[in-house]
Each structure stands twice: as C-alpha cells, then as structure tokens.
Nanobody, 124 residues
Framework: QVQLVESGGGLVQAGGSLRLSCAAS????????MGWFRQAPGKEREFVAA????????YYADSVKGRFTISRDAAKSTVNLQMNSLKPEDTAVYYC?????????????????WGQGTQVTVSS
C-alpha cells in the first residue's frame, strides 16, 4: 500500500507559479514510479507529468512542456511539480499517483495508488 498526500495548491494569477508536493508513505518510495494528473470540471482526468523510479527519466504532456518540472526527493519520499507561467487553462484538481513499475505510464489506468487531489486555480 502507498498513501499519497498532495499539498501546495491555491489561487494564482496568470503568469504566476505554484509548487505542488506529494508525500508518499507505506511502500518503499524507490519502488514506485510517480505521476501527476489533473481534472478540470466536466473533463476527463489527463496526464500532466511523470517520473521514473530512479528519477532519471521524466515525461510531460505537450500542454505543459517547458513550463512544468517534475522531480522526486528520495530522502523525503516526495514528488514535486514546479509549475511556471501558469495559464487559466491549467485550472484543475491536480492528483498525485504511484505506479508499481519502473517506467511511469501515461494513462491513469496504469497507476495503482492516488492522492486526494489539490485544487489549482489560475485567474486571468
């Protein structure tokens, strides 16, 4: 079992930045790949970014590439999502997820554990 708790969401103006964090507990952190997804009202949950178990490989949705950076801290068992140059279309609930694989899936169905989500609202 893996328990995931997100933090860092909030309200920010367009062009601003936010840093999301996800604290993992339960299973050995190095045994899971990690991902971030988001879901806006009336839309399906979509892939945002992911990082491999080792942290050596990262993956991004085209819509956030160059603006968002995913990282993991093994000592703290956390995964972070640094979000810069935020746009109103980035507004969503952001979810942290863990997959018991070495390379992270891009589809939500490939993840075994999920956090409760944190709201990010970007005003224009």
């Amino acid at each position: 079992q893996v328990q995931l708790v997100e933090s860092g969401g909030g309200l920010v103006q367009a062009g601003g930045s936010l840093r999301l964090s996800c604290a993992a507990s339960g299973r050995t952190f190095s045994s899971v790949a990690m991902g971030w997804f988001r879901q806006a009202p009336g839309k399906e949950r979509e892939f945002v970014a992911a990082i491999s178990r080792s942290g050596g490989s990262t993956y991004y949705a085209d819509s956030v590439k160059g603006r968002f950076t995913i990282s993991r801290d093994a000592a703290k068992s956390t995964v972070n999502l640094q979000m810069n140059s935020l746009k109103p279309e980035d507004t969503a609930v952001y979810y942290c997820a863990a997959a018991v694989t070495s390379q992270p899936p891009r589809s939500a169905g490939g993840y075994n554990y999920w956090g409760q989500g944190t709201q990010v609202t970007v005003s224009s």
